[in-house]
């Protein structure tokens, strides 16, 4: 996927799928960031925004 097909993608669940993780979570665990800390939560976005996508 072309860099400005990534950034239609606008739902976090549907960038971190396209990134090729099962789910949102999954993504934040990855990163060692949970899903229960809202600054995780929007570091992760920022991660997600830094690779192209719309979130």
Sequence with gaps: MSSSDKSQIKGTTAAAKDAGFDSFPAFLL?????????????????????MGYGV
């Design 30 to 50: 990855s990163y060692g960031l949970r899903i229960s800390n809202h600054d995780d939560v929007e570091e992760d976005k920022a991660i997600l925004r830094a």
